[in-house]
């Protein structure tokens, strides 16, 4: 029973984690309109990994880990709200009607050709949130004591296993239901799609950097 409200609370975690609306999910459901609930499905897997990451250095107590992340959390920022900008402006780009077999092997929002292109460049959108750390703190401060906390690596290992669990499942939900409407998506739609996704992760971006401006003026 102990290991299963390990479990349990890991997968809360995860779910916290992936559901709230945010970039990544707009790149995994403008991935799956575009090429099929496969690639984002990998892509959110992308975003699993990374929140894995961060429930492990909070989890297993790995305080150096955070401290350095936290020492170059504005470098990290910077990377990361680049990244978001570049995504955006190349989903705005992007092809009305992309064809998986004619995609090109950019590392854009289109996460490259490949299923790998697609888990890395979401992966790498993940870890370069600093403040993601953060949440997981205060999610393991509060939620850890479901099961009594986790009080060994063995027990932490459960609680991250959860939410890569947790974040998964989201990720597979999201991607299967929106799959359905996949193969009717006509280009017209597609290209609002490509537009309105576009906008918005490069508006994330342009947030985070506008944060950071603010904190040198």
């Known amino acids: 029973m102990h ?3 390990l479990i349990f609370s ?60 936290e020492g170059y959390a504005t470098i990290i920022e910077l990377i990361g709200a680049a990244l978001l900008v570049f995504f955006g402006f190349r989903a705005f780009q992007a092809k009305d009607m992309p064809r998986v077999e004619t995609e090109c092997a950019d ?19 993940t870890i370069t949130n600093p403040a993601t750390l953060l949440a997981f703190t205060a999610m393991f401060a509060g939620l850890g004591g479901i099961a009594g906390g986790a009080g060994s690596y063995n027990d932490a290992g459960f609680v991250v296993a959860g939410v890569v669990g947790g974040s998964t499942a989201w990720w597979l939900v999201l991607t299967s239901v929106i799959g359905f409407f996949h193969t009717r998506i006509t280009e017209a739609t ?7 996704s576009g906008v918005l992760v490069a508006l994330f971006g342009l947030a985070v950097l506008g944060n950071l401006a603010a904190k040198f003026l």
């Open 3 to 5: 290991y299963l409200l």
């Open 107 to 125: 590392a854009g929002d289109r996460g490259g050709a490949t299923l790998a292109g697609a888990i890395v460049s979401t992966f790498a959108l």
């Open 10 to 69: 890991g997968v809360v975690m995860g779910l916290v984690a992936a559901v709230p609306i945010g970039p990544v999910n707009l790149i995994c459901i403008r991935r799956t309109f575009a090429f099929g609930p496969l690639n984002g499905f990998v892509s959110g897997l992308g975003a699993a990994l990374g929140d894995g990451v961060f429930a492990a250095i909070t989890g297993l107590g790995l305080t150096w880990v955070a401290q350095l992340i």
């Open 190 to 196: 597609m290209r609002l799609i490509n537009r309105i």
